[in-house]
């Protein structure tokens, strides 16, 4: 609900603050999985599985984009704009990263011979970078930015600026990489010229939805330019386009452009491959190749961004090849380690008796007056009814959710990290990058899951690595009520190689013992 303005605000925060789903995907298949893309989809390039009309094609390894992506695009259809994000449940935000993460050494610079110097130094604010009123005031009023992530920081500098080289980027999901490109292809359109001058590319019809939410709501003071979504079903396919800036998926634009001559590449300015790891691979590397080639026609010195999550031989083979004499920055993923981390599981009745265990077992047993702790629940209304509770039996704490206003996390995330509040429940807001040395219990109140309900790897070591910082001892809390939930966990744990215990739900005696083995008991 709430028109078109709830629909993007809530795509935004979706795209910027997204997760992947599950592990890592592997590397896409050959020349056969090629084939069989294209004879699926009667185009001589590699086609998005998403953009097929009849919904038989199987997705890339690893590019499985769930149930989400129809929802986002009824969503998208009914308000004519964005995803609005799954009820309730948020997504990391990378401007509340602290620490470890936001250190220089966690960056690799590898700039062009022909680099101005000037341009090599980190931002420290977006009003340093030029930019232009109108898009200063999306960043600030409507993003509700405050401060650069270090991604930004890092690359913006060099994006921005003339000769506006290439550039290659290695940036987890979550670190904010999605203003950077925003930025590029806003700042670069021209509003006067009625025809497509940057565009975007993106491996899924759901990451296309949720970038193309972010470029509209920054450039929602930009009068005169226009941003376009192209996947299928979108209005107007039969038009030509002229909206400046589009973002979509390989099979669509490819479609526009080469078959139905409704997209004019002469006027492209910018290219960017979101995912590029995923653009990469399998069928998606001819059509990416290929796009490339079609815009140098018009344009030898069109500048391209490659954002990739990793960085394998596919995406170095492409980067070599098709994007020459780019600036490369590589932003270091945390250094997370379960190895130091006691793990536990705590099977529970039901879903009332979990907040049972962490107020009459965890919290009464473990002392809490040396180290910090997280409750991570899945749902604002989880975290909302969870902090009652607490508070009404006499546990004094704060909580964090998507909704609340920037200032207010700002406000509770300091006193935390400041030592005056010490048990903090958050949602998966809080999940990235979040740096405490003195944090030594986590609960996850709920497993952590994707989308369409796999177990959540990622997130799992994420949350639990805001304990057992570096190298102390720190201990994890597991509530499970159900199959569902075991299922999960059990998989989490086979996936790391990392046993998690089992301690009796109703056992002072148990709860005493497992918090000693992480030194946190008060006995």
């Known amino acids: 609900g709430g028109g078109p303005a709830a629909a993007v605000a809530a795509a935004a925060g979706a795209a910027e603050g997204a997760a992947p789903e599950g592990a890592a995907p592997e590397e896409g298949g050959g020349d056969g999985e090629e084939k069989a893309e294209e004879k699926a989809g009667g185009l001589a390039c590699g086609v998005d599985w998403a953009d097929l009309a009849d919904g038989t094609a199987k997705p890339p390894p690893g590019l499985g984009a769930g149930p989400g992506a129809d929802a986002a695009a009824q969503a998208l259809a009914a308000v004519g704009l964005g995803e609005e994000t799954p009820e309730d449940v948020d997504k990391p935000d990378a401007s509340l990263r602290t620490g470890l993460l936001e250190s220089s050494k966690a960056v690799e610079k590898v700039l062009a011979a022909d680099v101005d110097p000037r341009f090599g130094e980190a931002a420290t604010s977006f009003t340093d970078l030029g930019l232009k009123e109108t898009l200063l005031k999306g960043i600030f009023n409507e993003m509700k930015f405050e401060r650069p992530s270090q991604v930004q920081a890092e690359t913006l500098p060099l994006v921005l600026n003339p000769p506006f080289p290439n550039l290659i980027a290695q940036a987890f999901t979550g670190s904010g990489k999605t203003t950077c490109f925003a930025l590029a292809m806003l700042s670069r359109a021209e509003e006067a010229l009625k025809e497509p001058q940057a565009l975007c590319c993106c491996p899924t019809r759901e990451l296309a939805t949720q970038n193309y939410a972010v470029l509209t709501k ?41 078959m139905k001559r409704t997209l004019r590449l002469k006027q492209m300015k910018v290219v960017v491959f979101d995912e590029g790891d995923n ?90 007056k040396s180290g910090q702790s997280i409750i991570f629940v899945k749902t604002r209304a989880n975290a909302a009814k969870l902090h009652a509770e607490m508070e009404s039996e006499g546990h004094k704490c704060t909580s964090i959710h998507g ?30 990058g979040f740096d405490v040395s003195s944090v ?84």
């Open 218 to 258: 920054m450039g929602t003071h930009c009068d005169g330019l226009r941003v376009q979504l192209l996947v299928p079903g979108m209005e107007g396919e039969g038009e030509r386009l002229t909206a400046q800036v589009l973002v979509g998926t390989p099979g669509k634009i490819h479609q526009l452009y080469a």
């Open 279 to 368: 653009l990469m691979a399998g069928g998606f590397r001819d059509s990416s190749t290929r796009l490339l080639r079609e815009v140098r026609k018009f344009n030898k010195k069109v500048q391209v961004l490659l954002f990739s999550a990793t960085f394998n031989d596919a995406v170095k083979d492409f980067a070599v090849r098709q994007v020459p004499n780019a600036n490369q920055i590589f932003l270091a993923k945390e250094d997370l380690s379960l190895d130091v981390i006691k793990q536990y599981k705590v099977k529970v009745p039901s879903r009332e008796d979990k907040a049972t265990v962490v107020k009459e077992r965890i919290f009464e047993l473990a002392d809490l």
């Open 403 to 432: 909704k609340m206003e920037h200032k207010d996390r700002d406000r509770v995330v300091n006193e935390f990290r400041e030592g005056r509040t010490r048990v903090l429940i958050a949602t998966d807001v809080l999940s990235r």
């Open 440 to 523: 030594t219990l986590v609960v996850n109140y709920d497993i952590p899951t994707t989308e369409s309900g796999q177990p959540d790897y990622e997130t799992y070591v994420h949350r639990v690595g805001r304990t057992g910082r570096l190298g102390k001892k720190g201990a994890a809390f597991n509530l499970v009520c159900n199959r569902g939930d075991e299922a999960q966990l059990a998989s989490i744990s086979k996936y790391y190689n990392h046993g998690i215990e089992e301690v009796p739900w109703d056992s002072d005696e148990a709860f005493l013992e497992a918090l000693k083995k992480a030194d946190l008991s008060n006995g």
